[in-house]
């Protein structure tokens, strides 16, 4: 079974560092991208960053660069999320997802499956 | 534009159909995947490329696509379907992420 595993909740104090994980299991780990989406409460999904973890390209949304680092550690299967100073607004549930891509008839198809369950971090004084 | 506009919130009666709609530019170069998500979990894949359905998701779900629309159908929605949806593209750029649509939700009357 293809599944993603992530580390459990957090709670921190603004200006306290943090790093998250996403273990991933049933499959090569080296060949999908793997993204990460934060979750602020009641609102909608948003894309933070994305890496391939066969060689650690990295990607970050505009609204997320130099606000979080994305690593990953392939040889134990992880994807990391991480922040040097936590803020208040940074309280959210984060998810790490598998992108799967496929190009049919000249047309590219992206997907993510699967989800990691979710890690929520709440940071408050 | 690197955005992609859903309706903010939709209905349908019990087993009547319904049609979730996402637009944007980058929906004319790349087809859109759909989420279900509901309280307190993870998104589900439910709909991905032209008309795709991951193993598990019922045959009632269903994806279209025209010009810089793809849409999200329901045929016979169950009272288990009431959740937020979610579409999500590659953004213009071919950024490797994509970009999300705001989400909408539905509710089953």
């Known amino acids: 079974e293809v599944q993603l595993v992530q580390s459990g909740a957090e709670v921190k104090k603004p200006g306290e560092s943090l790093k998250i994980s996403c273990k991933g299991s049933g499959y090569s780990f080296t060949s999908y991208w793997i993204g990460w989406v934060r979750q602020m409460p009641g609102k909608g999904l948003e894309w933070m960053g994305i890496?391939?973890?066969?060689?650690?390209?990295?990607r970050y949304s505009p609204s997320f660069q130099g606000q979080v680092t994305i690593s990953a550690d392939k040889s134990i299967s992880t994807a990391y999320l991480q922040w040097s100073s936590l803020k208040a607004s940074d309280t959210a549930m984060y998810y790490c997802?598998?992108?799967?891509?496929?190009?049919?008839?000249?047309?590219?198809?992206?997907?993510?499956?699967?989800w990691g369950q979710g890690t929520l971090v709440t940071v408050s004084s | 534009s690197s955005e992609l506009t859903q309706d903010p919130a939709v209905s349908v009666a019990l087993g009547q159909t319904v049609r979730i709609t996402c637009q944007g530019d980058s929906l004319r170069s790349y087809y859109a995947s759909w989420y279900q998500q509901k309280p307190g979990q993870a998104p589900v894949l439910v709909i991905y490329g032209k008309n795709n359905r991951p193993s598990g998701i019922p045959d009632r779900f269903s994806g279209s696509s025209s010009g810089n629309t793809a849409s999200l159908t329901i045929t016979g929605a169950q009272a288990e379907d009431e959740a937020d949806y979610y579409c999500?593209?590659?953004?213009?750029?071919?950024?490797?992420?994509?970009?999300f649509g705001g989400g909408t939700k539905l509710t089953v009357l």
């Open positions: 997802a598998r992108k799967k891509t496929f190009v049919n008839s000249g047309s590219l198809i992206d997907w993510f499956d699967p």
């Open positions: 890496i391939y973890p066969g060689d650690s390209d990295t």
């Open positions: 999500n593209s590659r953004d213009s750029s071919g950024n490797q992420m994509g970009v």
